[in-house]
């Protein structure tokens, strides 16, 4: 069929035009989910500097809410569009943090100046604003006619469509899970503040932060005559982390554990012998270690994508092509118009030029060069999310940084915030098609979501941005501390210095430390591809193991390793109970303790300080 033909099929056989979808209680409901679920991932993108989609999540907790007010005759439960347009809601609230833990974090770590809150709210409004306008355009293509499978969105059109069949008791039983996991996560999170168990009266049930800590009172246990403790190999309380490594699956977990091991037992010990580390603790070994781990995620990166050409070549094959078949446009009256694309594009990008150099010294020609390069990497980041469900959001910033480092020679500032422009647009680009798909599965309008979207923007930037700054205390002296490590910082700013300065500025072991891990993260990258991917070591997992801490990355290594673990023994057993729990709904589990951990953990961290 020509894209014309498609588009009238799926008017006719698929699309819901007379159910509710953007509904005042769909939007109240997206909009309050998506800041709450936004915590979320500021929460993981300050503790490992990846973002979690929210999606299936805010899909569970609505349903379930919806249905018990039903059945207690305080209101009607929601449609599945309804539904629907609320997850569009609740993600891209969700998605639109990650500057926060990236690229605006980077800028105030190497300037040591803080980004007033108002330019900050401008500036991630503007760069989400830009993807919703790049994304519904190449929906038409990447959706309506190609069919690109999105495969996380396709998993969350599924989880809708059978919690709105007539299997409602799975959908409660789901929501059990996830209310419970999210009870206890939030439980532990609780129990490990002193200042919250002094506040209740209980301190003498308050839980260690580090369960090694009782070792502590009786002996100090050394590795190279350094204090466990102080190299960060600590066994963390908090199961949020082990969540996360149950999201993760067992490659990346054990790659974070063995680049941990390597960095926190071997390395860190013998450069503090050396004298080449002179302060201990996560800040200390981060500012020598760190190098060959981001020497191996960018060089991973970049190689996985280039590596892939037919990617690059699908991304831009038919780019420019229109529509076929006879008749108008049988969607003109439910798609976004293309004109709002076509005038918004150069509106918001003018905006973004202007904040760019106003407020962070990018001159006007080089910010006018970084939008085209917008349009370049949002085609490659749609096709590879569309096709994979990830979106290469690290390699396009990273090509984003070599490039301006030739345009702009000397300038750390412009280097960051130009390939914040491109890498954010394209992330969100990529991210919102993800959450358009369920949208298009089950015969949404597609206005709504665009519209939804635009609501999630406003209420991520709401609740996010000032929590953000609450937990620094306005003061950028507070990021790369072990309560507020920021990996996806580092990263950023790691590269960054390395083009603008060049390695001689490096310690001699750390410029070897650079060269040794950008060759392994090659060497990694074509083991796998020569394994067909059963390689069992991810670079760009053991290279994030020497920007975090040691704790962080066995708490993650043992979430993965526990349910690889589940997975082997009950996949043997008849399908029961356990089975039901652990393993069908491992996801539901994971995202319910992170959701339940992250937020009360923020509140801990605000709590506390507030105290001082």
Known sequence: MSPVEKDRWWLQTVYKGDMPQLTLRSAVTGMLLGSILSLTNLYIGIQTGWTLGVGITSVIVSFAAFKVLSKLGLGRE????????????????????????????????????????????????????MGVLFAFPL???????EHYPFPEGRACGIVLDALHSENEAEGLFKAKLLSLAAA?????????????????????????????????????????????????????????MVATGGLMGIRAGLSLLLGAILNYCVLAPWAIQQGIIVETGFRGILKWGMWGGVAMMTTASLFSFFSRPEVIAQAFKKAFRR????GEDP?????????????????????????????FGVSIWLGIL???????????????????SITPTSALGYLTQTTFS??????????????????????????????????????????HQAMGHVLGILAGAAVAIPVFYAMIGHDPTNLLTDKLPMPGAQAWRAVAEVLTKGLSFLHPSARIAVMV???????????????????????????????????????????????????????????????????ENQETLCAGAIAGGAIIGILVILLEASAH
């Open 78 to 129: 929601m449609t599945i569009l309804e539904n629907n347009a609320m997850q569009s809601i609740a993600t891209a609230a969700g998605y639109m943090t990650a500057p926060l833990v990236t690229s605006l974090a980077a800028y105030m770590v190497i300037t040591g100046k803080l980004i007033p809150i108002g330019v900050t709210i401008a500036w991630m409004i503007t760069l989400s604003l």
């Open 323 to 326: 529509q076929g078949g006879a």
């Open 370 to 388: 970084a939008i085209p390069l917008v349009f370049v990497f949002v085609t490659i980041a749609a096709t590879s999310a569309g096709l994979t």
């Open 139 to 145: 929906k038409r293509r990447f959706i309506n006619d």
């Open 517 to 583: 891990g950008g060759a392994l993260g090659i060497v990694f990258e074509l083991l796998r591809k020569f394994t067909a991917n059963r390689f069992p070591i991810s670079a760009v997992g053991f290279g994030l193991a020497f920007v975090i801490t040691f704790h962080t990355s066995l708490s993650m290594g043992l979430g993965a390793i526990l349910f690889w673990v589940l997975g082997r023994i009950l996949r043997k057993r008849p399908p029961g109970r356990s089975f039901r729990i652990w393993i």
């Open 331 to 359: 969607l003109k009256d439910i798609e976004l118009p293309l004109k709002v694309s076509m005038l918004g594009i150069p509106l918001v990008g003018a905006v973004t030029v202007w904040l760019a150099w106003h407020y």
């Open 184 to 240: 206890l996560s939030a439980l532990i999170e609780l129990m490990r503040s002193s200042r919250f168990m002094e506040l209740i009266h209980l301190p003498g049930l308050k839980l260690p932060a580090y369960w090694d800590s009782l070792v502590y009172r009786y002996i100090t246990p050394r590795l190279a005559g350094t204090p466990l403790n102080e190299l960060t190999i600590q066994l963390d309380s908090s199961i949020v």
């Open 406 to 447: 030739v345009l702009s020679r000397g300038k750390i500032t412009t280097n960051i915030m130009t390939a914040a422009i491109t890498a954010e647009v394209a992330s969100n680009t990529s991210n919102l098609l993800m959450d358009i798909k369920p949208g298009y599965m089950l015969g949404g309008k597609p206005r």
